[in-house]
């Protein structure tokens, strides 16, 4: 016989002649003339005509992120599967949010996952690493200054 009556013999050959995925292709940092480094790992979609060159300055933008440390990974905040704080959102360039991972997501287009790294914050550290890494994902972009206006979101 071929196999049992589930078809469970079968199932296991067909699993078995898929080949295993490739090695996940490491991704290099890009460093920007500030001294900002960045690594996209999905370029997100364009979005509406006001929104295709992704964030600028003084757009209104929303994310999911995670700040940690560089050196020891230490967790400094994260809004991802919080389900009351699912985005952090702002004003580029008002002075809310840093201005080197800022940098680091201009021209970012909506759905984009980018990490933002290697920017020091000694004022914020007393001790140890005190260089901080920014996982973002970019879930809303607004031209404009209406800050208090819901920012457009995809999920």
Do not use: C, H
């Not at 990974?73 to 985005?87: A, Q």
């Amino acid at each position: 016989t071929t196999g049992d009556a589930s078809g469970a013999a079968l199932r296991l050959k067909q699993l078995q002649a898929i080949a295993p995925p490739p090695p996940k292709k490491r991704i290099g940092w890009v460093e920007l003339d500030s001294g900002v480094s960045y690594r996209e790992f999905d370029t997100g979609i364009a979005g509406t005509r006001a929104i295709r060159k992704g964030v600028q300055n003084g757009y209104n933008v929303g994310a999911i992120l995670t700040i940690r440390t560089l050196s020891e990974d230490l967790l400094i905040y994260s809004n991802r599967g919080n389900n009351d704080l699912d985005e952090l959102s702002w004003k580029v360039g008002s002075g809310d949010f840093p201005k080197g991972a800022e940098e680091g997501m201009i021209g970012m287009r909506l759905g984009s996952t980018t990490q933002i790294g290697k920017e020091r914050y000694e004022e914020a550290f007393r001790s140890g690493d005190a260089t901080l890494v920014f996982d973002v994902r970019i879930t809303g972009i607004q031209p404009g200054d209406n800050r208090q206006g819901k920012v457009s979101a995809t999920r």
